[in-house]
């Protein structure tokens, strides 16, 4: 049997003192208050009363310890997928609300329906989708669990909804630690819930793009 609901989650607060896009730059790990994120992500689902399958994980560091509490809760080991990794792009490193007075960055901004900075958004809708209709076969039933990033679960969001992909980043409804549902009817995705477990009013949160 395929699985029966899937569960996009964002990855806890990042301990980022300097506030920079972290992208997937290795070494970036949850502060104290990501973890206690993480675990209030993971105690939801598992107040949804309904039995997980899989759990799967994009192989950052971020992702992997966000991904723990679901392995406490449920005895189950996350399999790592590429296909759910943050996008790669032009400012990694960087804090954007420096960069983008910088002249020299401006080129990287010429074009934000592609994105003209990084990764092409239909990219990520392509492997996302891929991702998600593999755990979603593999599945003997029950639930999935994808702990991922914000620019992955926004994208998959438009894309499931039929809406154009180009957005403004600053607008995504994707907070840290949240639950993003949706359910799969033959080929077709429907989104069919959206939670906020976590309290995150004094979190930062800055490090996507």
Not at 49 to 52: E, F, G, I, S
Not at 170 to 180: H, I, K, N, P, Q
């Given at each position: 049997?395929?699985?029966?609901?899937?569960?996009?989650?964002?990855?806890?607060?990042?301990?980022?003192?300097?506030r920079?896009?972290?992208?997937?730059?290795?070494?970036?790990?949850?502060?104290e208050?990501g973890?206690?994120?993480?675990?209030?992500a993971a105690?939801?689902?598992?107040?949804l009363?309904?039995?997980?399958a899989?759990?799967?994980?994009?192989p950052?560091?971020r992702?992997r310890?966000?991904?723990?509490?679901?392995?406490d809760?449920?005895d189950m080991?996350?399999?790592?997928?590429?296909?759910?990794?943050?996008p790669w792009n032009?400012?990694?490193?960087k804090?954007?609300s420096r960069?983008?007075?910088?002249?020299?960055?401006?080129?990287?901004?010429?074009?934000?329906?592609?994105?003209?900075?990084?990764?092409?958004?239909?990219?990520?809708a392509?492997?996302?989708?891929?991702?998600l209709?593999?755990?979603?076969?593999?599945?003997?039933?029950?639930?999935v669990?994808?702990?991922?990033?914000?620019?992955p679960?926004?994208?998959?969001?438009l894309?499931?909804?039929g809406?154009?992909?180009?957005?403004?980043p600053?607008?995504?409804?994707?907070?840290?630690?949240?639950?993003?549902s949706?359910?799969?009817?033959g080929?077709?995705?429907?989104?069919?819930g959206y939670?906020?477990?976590?309290?995150?009013d004094?979190a930062?949160?800055?490090?996507?793009?």
């Open positions: 049997m395929p699985a029966e609901r899937l569960h996009l989650i964002r990855h806890g607060e990042v301990f980022n003192p300097r920079v896009l972290y992208e997937r730059i290795p070494g970036f790990r949850l502060s208050d973890k206690r994120m993480a675990r209030a105690e939801y689902v598992r107040g009363d309904r039995p997980l899989e759990l799967v994980c994009s950052l560091d992702t310890e966000s991904a723990e509490p679901f392995t809760l449920f080991e996350p399999r790592a997928d590429e296909r759910v990794i943050e032009a400012f990694a490193g804090r954007m960069a983008v007075f910088i002249p020299q960055n401006w080129w990287h901004l010429r074009n934000p329906s592609q994105p003209s900075w990084g990764e092409p958004y239909r990219d990520v392509e492997r996302m989708h891929a991702a209709d593999a755990a979603w076969d593999a599945a003997d039933g029950g639930d669990a994808i702990v991922t990033h914000q620019a679960i926004w994208i998959t969001h894309s499931v909804a809406l154009p992909l180009r957005h403004d600053r607008t995504r409804r994707c907070a840290l630690s949240s639950v993003t949706f359910e799969r009817k080929d077709v995705w429907r989104e069919v939670a906020e477990p976590a309290a995150t004094d930062v949160d800055v490090g996507a793009v």
